[in-house]
């Protein structure tokens, strides 16, 4: 079993299980893993930091700050390709489970985008409250992975289940994990997904809008993440949120927000999904304050709002995909193949708000793929997730039809 090159986060918190945490990393580091260590508070009653430094071969981090330094917390949950939380206390899970920020551990936790593992330990009581049990299975729906507790002696002196996975277990578990992520198709690529509505300010209290949810793109870049790709969702004011940790999602409100955004991550992203709804004018003038009824008629000026899609089309490398989507009442494909040419882009996805269950807010939708080289797929009415998985395959097969060229 092989670690080697993995760059590995493993957070101590307060459990006696901490004891057995130095021989965890020993047998990282052999398995040719890197290893930064965290560390609560509560774990340094049960293990010591200049072990843990010696063992790790690097100064453990106890602190969002030390001193006047920053511990930038989000390049650390960049940094690792995986985050253990090992042993995981009560007390911690409670408070991922509750998206608490009150130590460096669970900042790194809020900031990872690699795959989580939890190795919890407690005793058997303890283990098997309904707040502990409900706070478990809230985390794994997170798209965590929770590893299986040992039964054996407990710290209480009575035997039931709580005790942490063994160390070598643990190390099994990740080498496992990384074994069956190389095999993913998307391993390890970048890919930029926009979803969701654009709302345009009016003044402090109105915007100009519509009625995108982000269902699609949401779907999209949760098909990309389970195909092992690292997802950065550029989403739009609404409730909808994705599940899997690949996915790292960045709110706008604006186009102008989401243009930004995108245009900052689009060099790294291989592959470029733009769902979003994103609003094609914006009121030229922001009041400042609320804007006071007085004539019987209102007019607006509105001014054009920067195009990402073309912009990215325009810019794209040879090794990028950019795919758009397009939604038309009329002469649909005609306007869709216009749009693929004049945006640049390698695929378009066309919606029809002509058919039965497709559009804003249903869970289905009906739509026909449009390639750059000429072809096209129409696709039966299917669920959104499943629109979403046969996009993601496409773009699997493009890349794949690219390596192999
Ligand atoms: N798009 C974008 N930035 C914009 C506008 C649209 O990235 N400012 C993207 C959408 O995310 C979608 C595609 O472009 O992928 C839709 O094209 P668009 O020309 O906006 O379609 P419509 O708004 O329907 O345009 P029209 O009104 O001209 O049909």
Known sequence: MHLKGKKIILAVTGSI???????????????????????????????????????????????????????N???????????????????????????????IVLAVYLSAVCPVFVAPAMDEDMWKHPTTQSNLERIKKFGNSVLPVGHGELASGLVGDGRMA??????????????????????????????????????????????????????????????????????????????????????????????DACLSRFEDSSISILSAAVADYRPEQKATDKIKKKENTFQLLLTKNKDI??????????????????????????????????KNADMIVLNSLNDNGAGFGHDTNKVTLLFANGSKKNLPLLTKQQVADTIVNQIIEALHVEINH
């Not at 509560?42 to 071969?57: N, Q, R």
């Not at 994990?177 to 109105?206: I, M, N």
């Open 17 to 71: 299980a901490a004891y057995k945490t130095p021989e965890l990393v020993r047998q990282l580091i052999k398995s040719g893993a890197e290893v930064q260590v965290l560390l609560t508070e509560a774990a340094t009653h049960f293990v010591s930091e200049l072990s843990l430094a010696t063992v790790s071969k690097k100064p453990v981090l106890r602190n969002i700050n030390d001193g006047a330094t920053w511990n």
């Open 73 to 103: 917390h989000v390049a650390m949950g960049r940094w690792a390709d995986a985050f253990i939380i090992a042993p995981c206390s009560a007390n911690t899970l409670a408070k991922m489970a509750n998206g608490m920020c009150d130590n």
């Open 166 to 259: 063994e160390p070598t277990d643990i190390v099994t578990f990740l080498a496992k994990h990384f074994e069956s992520e190389k095999q993913k198709p998307l391993q390890g690529t970048k890919a930029l997904v926009t979803a969701g509505p654009t709302y345009e300010k009016l003044d402090p209290v109105r915007f100009i809008g519509n009625y995108s949810t982000g269902k699609m793109g949401i779907a999209i870049a949760e098909s990309l993440a389970a195909n092992g790709a690292i997802v950065s969702l550029i989403l739009g004011p609404t409730h909808l949120r994705p599940s899997n940790s690949n996915i790292q999602v960045v709110s706008v409100e604006s186009a102008d927000e989401m243009y």
């Open 309 to 342: 899609l073309a912009t990215l089309g325009k810019q794209k490398k040879k090794h990028q995909l950019v795919v758009g989507f397009a939604l038309e009442t009329s002469h649909e494909e005609a306007h869709a193949w216009e749009k693929l040419k004049a």
